[in-house]
């Protein structure tokens, strides 16, 4: 997705910013499915589309409500909402005060002005990568389904809450009894989503090969593990430093920023994945594996 396709999206939205629109359409009108629309687009803006679009009708919202005659009821619905109640409850939380207050003079509301594509400077410090072909990988795991929505979605806490649900519950001790002692690695991966699709799936599991105790699967999926192979793909790899997903994160946004547009690379619609280490260098949170090709 190139800063042109940004600027198309965001004249876009704008200009359909009063109609029944979310990242779905504004995917559409830019030519990309909704899953890599909404995944790119988050990480180079910071947020997500359907906030965007939110944010920009608050604004706009409120400024009618203060410099015209317009009703609560009537700007409710000029900017999508359901009921004045709803409109009511997202605009205080926004602006910090109600709809009505915002029409007197000496309230203190938020402004959020549309974004513009500048030509900055970037880089100018090392990105350490490597590329590696891997061949197909089998691993047992535990796995959910997760709305594309999420993805870069800061008050979203949904994949570390399914961590720590699987942790609380010892559910992942019993995948990492099944290797050999110092190739404990755990893998947290995104499978492949289709055009068609509004959800992906995430995993946790470990791989299957030489060092996996094979007698124990047969009893785990029975109790609701499951087998999940990748194809072959080659893939550019990152470590990911720090104390939390926040690394993560920004390694993401590097790799969307900076390693795109500098390589030619473009992410496939193979499984992504992270390798958390059993035993890894100082202060490395993951490895992150993306699946890339060569433009």
């Not at 910090?96 to 203190?108: D, F, L, Q, T, V």
Request: proline share 3%.
């Amino acid at each position: 997705m190139s800063l042109q396709h940004i600027q198309q999206a965001i004249c876009y939205m704008e200009e359909h910013i009063c109609e029944d629109i979310n990242y779905a359409d504004v995917a559409k009108s830019v030519h990309m499915s909704s899953y890599d629309f909404h995944r790119t687009f988050s990480f180079i803006a910071g947020m997500t589309a359907n906030e965007y679009i939110r944010k920009r009708r608050l604004t706009l919202a409120a400024q009618e409500l203060q410099t015209t005659d317009i009703s609560v009821l009537d700007v409710a619905y000029k900017y999508g909402y359901e009921s004045p109640e709803s409109f009511s409850k997202a605009f205080s939380r926004f602006h910090g005060s109600n709809p009505r207050r915002a029409k007197k003079n000496g309230a203190k509301l938020h402004l959020f002005n549309p974004l513009v594509i500048k030509i900055i400077f970037e880089g100018g410090s090392i990105m350490d990568y490597r590329l590696e072909h891997r061949e197909r990988l089998k691993l047992i795991a535990l796995t959910r389904s997760f709305p594309n929505e999420i993805v870069n979605d800061d008050d979203d806490h949904s994949i570390p809450d399914f961590w720590t649900e699987c942790s609380e519950k010892n559910l992942i001790q019993p995948m990492r009894l099944l290797r050999t002692e110092g190739k404990r690695d755990l893998y947290g991966f995104c499978g492949p989503v289709k055009e068609s699709e509004t959800h992906f799936i995430y995993g946790i599991g470990v791989l299957i090969d030489e060092d996996t105790d094979i007698s124990q699967l047969d009893r785990l999926i029975k109790e609701g593990y499951g087998i999940w192979e990748t194809n072959p793909a080659d893939y550019a790899v990152f470590k990911c430093f720090g104390s939390d997903g926040n690394c993560l994160g920004e390694t993401w946004s590097k790799f969307y920023k900076e390693f795109v547009p500098q390589t030619g690379y473009t992410q496939t619609d193979e499984i992504d994945f992270e390798i958390y280490f059993e035993k890894g260098e100082k202060d490395l949170f993951c490895e992150l594996w993306i699946p890339v090709r060569k433009n």
